[in-house]
C-alpha cells in the first residue's frame, strides 16, 4: 500500500484548528514560536493535544517530549514521524 | 462553648424537574413529574424504559467548552449547580478561602467508564484519552468545584450509596459546627444512567415498571400498586454557612440545620430493617435536642419499592408513635425519580423550600392505599401548613448508611 501523502500545511493546519477550536486559544496570539505554556496549554492540555494528533495521523509520539516547547517543535516532530511511520510501510 | 448555628444561604440544582430552584419548587409543589420514556441509545435493550433524566446540555451552561469538556457529567452538573449557589449566597466566584467542598455521590464517573470500556472492548481501540482518569474518580466533581473556587479547606467525597449526599452535609454541618470551616458548599451528584449501570439495577429487580397509562405516573411510593424505583440523574448543592458569618455579610438565610443523624443498617445489605432506619430518626433527633413530636414532615426516603416504603412507615411509627399520625410524610421521589448519590441534596433542597412556602410538597400517583402504608403521605396534592417550624429528611442506603437532617424555618 503506497502511503498517504501528508504535507507540512496539512499538519499545520490541523494542529491549529485544534488549538483554535477544542482549546480555544485566540488566533491572533498564534504564530509558529508561539511557546505551548505561554498560550495557556498546561501539561494535561499537551497530553490531549499528543492524543487527538496521534490518533489524526496514526503515529505514536516518544514518551519523553521535553523537547516540545513551541508550536513549531510540535509540528517539526508530529512531520517526522509521519515520515518515519511511511518510510517503514514502503520499506 | 459558644454554640454555633448552621444556616443554608444558597441553592444551585440540575434536576428532572428543572436546573433552578425556583423551577424546581414550582413543579414539585404543582405535582408534576419529570419521569418519562428514557432517551438513550440503548433504550431498546433495556427492559425498564422509565427513567428521569436531567435536561442539562453542558454547552448551554457554560461559556467556554474548555470549561466543561474535560469532567463527567457529574461534574458539569455539580460545577454548574455549585456556580448558581455561590451566587444565590452573594459569594465571590474565586474565594481563595479556607472553605470545604463536600460531595456525595454514589456511582461517581460511571458514564466515563463506559465510554473508555466501549472505546476499549468494543471499538478496539488501544488508548485512552487522557483525561479518563480524572474524570472516571470518585472525587471528580468535589475536585472540580474545589478548584475552580479556589477553596483550601476540606475537599471531600462521600459514597454512601443513596444516602452519599444526606451525609455529605450532615459531615459539612460538622465541620462548620465544630469551627473548622466557616461555611462550605455540600451536596451531591449522580449521573448514573449509563446501559451497564442500568442493567444491574434491572438484574436487582428494584425498578418499576412502566404504568401503561402514563409513563409519567411509573413511581408510586406509599401506593398498593407501586412496584419499584425510577432512575433519575441530577445535582443539588447548598450553600452551608455560620449564622453569624452569613448574617455579617448579609447574606440571605433560607432554613437552618438544627439535627443530624446517621446510623448503620446492618441486617442486611440491601434489605431494609424498621431497627436501621429509625435509630437513624432517632439519631437526628438526638442531636438536634427537639422532642419527637417538634417534627411536622418528614421528606421520606420514599423509593417506591415494596420493602421500603413499608418498612419507612413503620419505623416512623416507633420514633414517633401517636404523633406518626399527626405529622406528614412524602415522597418527592414520585416525581424527580430516584437521584442516587445526590437524592439526598435534592430531598433536603425540597424540604427548605416546603418550610420557606408552608406547603408540604406531595406524594404524586397514590391512588391505592396500602394497609401497611397508613400514614398522611400529602397525596396527589401539596398542602399549606401553619405554624410550620421543623422538618426531616430521610435518606437510607443499599449498604446500610441511613442518614436524617432537621431543618428549622427561619423565624
Given at each position: 500500500m503506497s502511503p498517504v501523502l501528508i504535507s507540512k500545511n496539512d499538519v499545520k493546519d490541523f494542529v491549529i484548528n485544534l488549538l483554535i477550536n477544542e482549546k480555544e486559544i485566540d488566533a491572533n496570539i498564534l504564530n509558529p514560536e508561539s511557546k505551548l505554556k505561554e498560550i495557556g496549554i498546561d501539561s494535561f492540555g499537551f497530553l490531549e493535544i499528543i492524543f487527538s494528533i496521534e490518533h489524526e495521523f496514526d503515529i505514536k509520539f516518544p514518551q519523553e517530549f521535553q523537547d516540545i516547547v513551541t508550536l513549531q517543535d510540535c509540528l517539526d516532530i508530529t512531520y517526522n514521524l509521519i515520515i518515519d511511520k511511511n518510510k517503514t510501510r514502503t520499506s | 462553648m459558644h454554640c454555633r448555628r448552621i444556616v443554608i444561604t444558597g441553592m444551585g440544582v440540575v434536576s428532572p424537574l428543572g436546573n433552578t430552584p425556583e423551577a424546581l419548587a414550582q413543579n414539585i409543589f404543582s405535582g408534576k413529574s419529570g419521569i418519562q420514556r428514557f432517551e438513550g441509545a440503548f433504550v431498546d435493550k433495556l427492559i425498564c424504559k422509565v427513567a428521569a433524566q436531567a435536561k442539562f446540555d453542558p454547552a448551554d451552561y457554560f461559556v467556554k467548552k474548555s470549561d466543561y469538556a474535560i469532567l463527567d457529567r457529574i461534574g458539569q452538573m455539580a460545577l454548574y449547580a455549585s456556580i448558581e449557589a455561590t451566587k444565590d449566597a452573594n459569594l465571590p466566584l474565586k474565594q481563595q478561602q479556607n472553605a470545604g467542598v463536600y460531595i456525595g455521590t454514589g456511582m461517581g464517573g460511571i458514564l466515563s467508564v463506559e465510554e473508555g470500556y466501549e472505546t476499549l472492548f468494543k471499538k478496539g481501540e488501544n488508548r485512552l484519552k487522557p483525561y479518563t482518569v480524572l474524570m472516571c474518580m470518585y472525587n471528580s466533581a468535589a475536585s472540580a468545584i474545589a478548584t475552580h473556587f479556589e477553596f483550601s479547606g476540606p475537599n471531600l467525597t462521600f459514597s454512601t450509596?443513596?444516602?452519599?449526599?444526606?451525609?455529605?452535609?450532615?459531615?459539612?454541618?460538622?465541620?462548620?459546627?465544630?469551627?473548622?470551616?466557616?461555611?462550605?458548599?455540600?451536596?451531591?451528584?449522580?449521573?448514573?444512567?449509563?446501559?451497564?449501570?442500568?442493567?444491574?439495577?434491572?438484574?436487582?429487580?428494584?425498578l418499576a415498571d412502566e404504568d401503561p397509562d402514563d409513563v409519567s405516573a411509573s413511581c408510586k411510593p406509599f401506593s398498593a400498586d407501586r412496584s419499584g424505583l425510577v432512575i433519575g440523574e441530577g445535582a443539588a448543592m447548598l450553600v452551608l454557612e455560620e449564622l453569624e458569618h452569613a448574617q455579617s455579610r448579609g447574606a440571605p438565610i433560607y432554613a437552618e440545620i438544627v439535627g443530624y443523624g446517621t446510623a448503620n443498617d446492618f441486617k442486611h445489605v440491601a434489605i431494609p430493617s424498621v431497627e436501621g432506619q429509625a435509630a437513624t430518626m432517632q439519631a437526628a433527633i438526638k442531636n438536634?435536642?427537639?422532642?419527637?413530636?417538634?417534627?411536622?414532615?418528614?421528606?421520606?426516603?420514599?423509593?417506591?419499592?415494596?420493602?421500603?416504603?413499608?418498612?419507612?412507615?413503620?419505623?416512623?411509627?416507633?420514633?414517633?408513635?401517636?404523633?406518626?399520625?399527626?405529622?406528614?410524610?412524602?415522597?418527592?421521589?414520585?416525581?424527580?425519580?430516584?437521584?442516587?448519590?445526590?437524592?439526598?441534596?435534592?430531598?433536603?433542597?425540597?424540604?427548605?423550600?416546603?418550610?420557606?412556602?408552608?406547603?408540604?410538597?406531595?406524594?404524586?400517583?397514590?391512588?391505592?392505599?396500602?394497609?401497611?402504608?397508613?400514614?398522611?403521605?400529602?397525596p396527589n396534592q401539596s398542602?399549606?401548613?401553619?405554624?410550620?417550624?421543623?422538618?426531616?429528611?430521610?435518606?437510607?442506603?443499599?449498604?446500610?448508611?441511613?442518614?436524617?437532617?432537621?431543618?428549622?424555618?427561619v423565624e
Amino acid at each position: 500500500m503506497s502511503p498517504v501523502l501528508i504535507s507540512k500545511n496539512d499538519v499545520k493546519d490541523f494542529v491549529i484548528n485544534l488549538l483554535i477550536n477544542e482549546k480555544e486559544i485566540d488566533a491572533n496570539i498564534l504564530n509558529p514560536e508561539s511557546k505551548l505554556k505561554e498560550i495557556g496549554i498546561d501539561s494535561f492540555g499537551f497530553l490531549e493535544i499528543i492524543f487527538s494528533i496521534e490518533h489524526e495521523f496514526d503515529i505514536k509520539f516518544p514518551q519523553e517530549f521535553q523537547d516540545i516547547v513551541t508550536l513549531q517543535d510540535c509540528l517539526d516532530i508530529t512531520y517526522n514521524l509521519i515520515i518515519d511511520k511511511n518510510k517503514t510501510r514502503t520499506s | 462553648m459558644h454554640c454555633r448555628r448552621i444556616v443554608i444561604t444558597g441553592m444551585g440544582v440540575v434536576s428532572p424537574l428543572g436546573n433552578t430552584p425556583e423551577a424546581l419548587a414550582q413543579n414539585i409543589f404543582s405535582g408534576k413529574s419529570g419521569i418519562q420514556r428514557f432517551e438513550g441509545a440503548f433504550v431498546d435493550k433495556l427492559i425498564c424504559k422509565v427513567a428521569a433524566q436531567a435536561k442539562f446540555d453542558p454547552a448551554d451552561y457554560f461559556v467556554k467548552k474548555s470549561d466543561y469538556a474535560i469532567l463527567d457529567r457529574i461534574g458539569q452538573m455539580a460545577l454548574y449547580a455549585s456556580i448558581e449557589a455561590t451566587k444565590d449566597a452573594n459569594l465571590p466566584l474565586k474565594q481563595q478561602q479556607n472553605a470545604g467542598v463536600y460531595i456525595g455521590t454514589g456511582m461517581g464517573g460511571i458514564l466515563s467508564v463506559e465510554e473508555g470500556y466501549e472505546t476499549l472492548f468494543k471499538k478496539g481501540e488501544n488508548r485512552l484519552k487522557p483525561y479518563t482518569v480524572l474524570m472516571c474518580m470518585y472525587n471528580s466533581a468535589a475536585s472540580a468545584i474545589a478548584t475552580h473556587f479556589e477553596f483550601s479547606g476540606p475537599n471531600l467525597t462521600f459514597s454512601t450509596a443513596c444516602s452519599s449526599s444526606a451525609i455529605a452535609i450532615g459531615q459539612a454541618y460538622k465541620d462548620i459546627k465544630l469551627g473548622d470551616i466557616n461555611y462550605a458548599l455540600a451536596g451531591g451528584t449522580d449521573a448514573i444512567l449509563a446501559y451497564a449501570s442500568i442493567k444491574s439495577w434491572e438484574s436487582i429487580r428494584t425498578l418499576a415498571d412502566e404504568d401503561p397509562d402514563d409513563v409519567s405516573a411509573s413511581c408510586k411510593p406509599f401506593s398498593a400498586d407501586r412496584s419499584g424505583l425510577v432512575i433519575g440523574e441530577g445535582a443539588a448543592m447548598l450553600v452551608l454557612e455560620e449564622l453569624e458569618h452569613a448574617q455579617s455579610r448579609g447574606a440571605p438565610i433560607y432554613a437552618e440545620i438544627v439535627g443530624y443523624g446517621t446510623a448503620n443498617d446492618f441486617k442486611h445489605v440491601a434489605i431494609p430493617s424498621v431497627e436501621g432506619q429509625a435509630a437513624t430518626m432517632q439519631a437526628a433527633i438526638k442531636n438536634s435536642g427537639l422532642a419527637p413530636d417538634a417534627i411536622q414532615y418528614i421528606n421520606a426516603h420514599g423509593t417506591g419499592t415494596k420493602f421500603n416504603d413499608e418498612t419507612e412507615t413503620e419505623a416512623i411509627k416507633q420514633i414517633f408513635g401517636k404523633h406518626a399520625y399527626q405529622l406528614a410524610v412524602s415522597s418527592t421521589k414520585s416525581m424527580h425519580g430516584h437521584l442516587m448519590g445526590a437524592a439526598g441534596a435534592l430531598e433536603a433542597m425540597i424540604t427548605v423550600q416546603s418550610l420557606l412556602r408552608n406547603e408540604l410538597p406531595p406524594t404524586i400517583n397514590l391512588n391505592n392505599p396500602d394497609p401497611k402504608c397508613d400514614l398522611n403521605y400529602v397525596p396527589n396534592q401539596s398542602q399549606k401548613i401553619e405554624n410550620y417550624r421543623y422538618a426531616m429528611s430521610n435518606s437510607f442506603a443499599f449498604g446500610g448508611t441511613g442518614a436524617s437532617l432537621i431543618f428549622k424555618k427561619v423565624e
